[in-house]
């Protein structure tokens, strides 16, 4: 059975930092693009980064860019994104998932797989 579980959500202050990790299981990361995604309530899902299945660049999305950096350990089937200098409104629920596609994609529709979020608030 598929599935992906996030963690490492929470409540922090702005300027502060949270490390989110995401597990994996019933399938290989290896074999994935993963990525990450985020929803504030009322607003529509956002890219926030994505790992190449086959490694090297990471890419992330504009609001995030330099703050945020994901990475992936294939040998635990375990991925992170690491936020630093998190802004109020870096608040949302926050996903992993994974892509069986050849291209890494910034696009929701694109991901087969998806966690159920972990909460992250950033109080000003």
């Known amino acids: 059975q598929v599935q992906l579980v996030e963690s490492g959500g929470g409540l922090v202050q702005a300027g502060g930092s949270l490390r989110l990790s995401c597990v994996a299981t019933?399938?290989?990361?290896?074999?994935?693009?993963m990525g990450w995604f985020r929803q504030a309530p009322g607003k529509e899902r956002e890219f926030v980064a994505a790992?190449?299945?086959?490694?090297?660049?990471?890419y992330y999305g504009d609001a995030v860019k330099g703050r945020v950096s994901a990475s992936r350990d294939n040998a635990n089937n375990v991925v992170y994104l690491q936020m630093n200098n998190l802004k109020p409104e870096d608040t949302g629920t926050y996903y992993c998932?994974?892509?069986?596609?050849?291209?890494?994609?910034?696009?929701?529709?694109?991901?087969?797989?998806w966690g159920q979020g972990t909460q992250v608030t950033v109080s000003s």
């Open positions: 998932a994974a892509d069986g596609g050849i291209v890494v994609s910034s696009r929701p529709d694109d991901y087969d797989y």
């Open positions: 019933g399938f290989t990361i290896s074999r994935y693009s």
């Open positions: 790992l190449q299945w086959s490694g090297g660049k990471n």
